[in-house]
């Protein structure tokens, strides 16, 4: 019989703090393994389960066998399967997905085509929301299968009812929040706020002190009000129109109070941006946030323009680097720093 457990996913570089809060929620036995951590005992999964940080969340199992043909093999067949059918009994799925290195190959195209005829559901690579993966357990030498539990991500929430091209994933916005701290007296501040996700992610979190988000496009704002009311926090988030490069939206904003908390997903100038419009632009993002901070504020920034990033961080005076981090998000490995307010 195969090994089995549960395995924990988590964005890439946010190990520290996924850790932190799987093990506040109860979820305290874990050991790491790359992309995430191997839960120990399984009566802790619907504690882990509640974690923001998390990516996904899988049925582990581990072969001892030398490669995935003796997968086919009489007994581990039927060990796979009824763990993939155990899975899917448990949610509405309409197709099975199969990801593997090498997926294309006769051996891992029988093995997913068979898996997903017994399992009863159409092979659909594309869209099968019943996730089957298959990778070199690094641990055993043996072959480890891992069984998505949910038919979507951990990291997609109900509450995104509206997107936005340049959406932060949900997983990692609820990293930088922990990054930055959370206390229910916090004030706390998301400039550039897109659709949301940093705000709805610290509202959900905890309570706060205060919690405030603009963006200079209304379309934005709209956006990112349509999915408060979904996440049912839009009463506790104060959502403006502004635009960080106008003295006058900064000046008033201020007066309403400072902010301990600060974060922000800054253009990448790919999807929203440009390259040139940055290297103005980031200074001034920089400027902002310090006039809008109280002494002793937090500011938990994430861009993929890590060049222009790392330069106007050692050419300005208000922000001290203390914890920096590259997170796997959707392909690319942006900069995720997190600064205190340096006396100046
Ligand atoms: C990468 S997106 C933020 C995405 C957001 N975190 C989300 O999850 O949807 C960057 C945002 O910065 C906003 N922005 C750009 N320049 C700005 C400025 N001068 N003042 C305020 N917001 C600005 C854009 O409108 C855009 O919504």
Known sequence: MPASRYFLEVPAG???VARAELQRLGAKRLSEFPGGFRLVQDADLAKALRA?????AYLSMTFAVPRPKAL???ANFRAL???VKGVAARGVYGGLRFSAAGADSPTMTRLASSLASEVGLPWRQDDGELLVRLRPDPATAGWEVLVRL???PSSTRAWRVCNRPGGLNAAVAAA???FAGVDARDAYLNLMCGSGTLLIERALRAPARRLVGFDVDPDAVRCAETNAGAAGV???CELSVGDLTDPRFVEELGATGRFDVLTADAPWGDAVGAHAANRALYPKLFSAAA???APDARFCLLSHELRLLRSVVLDQPWWRVEHEAQVAHGGHHPLVLLMSRAQE
């Open 81 to 83: 399967v009824a763990a």
């Open 52 to 56: 923001r940080t998390l990516a996904a």
């Open 176 to 178: 930088m929040n922990e």
């Open 14 to 16: 946010t190990e520290v």
């Open 72 to 74: 086919l093999g009489d």
């Open 150 to 152: 949910t038919p979507r």
């Open 291 to 293: 006039a809008l901070a």
């Open 234 to 236: 839009a009463k506790r």
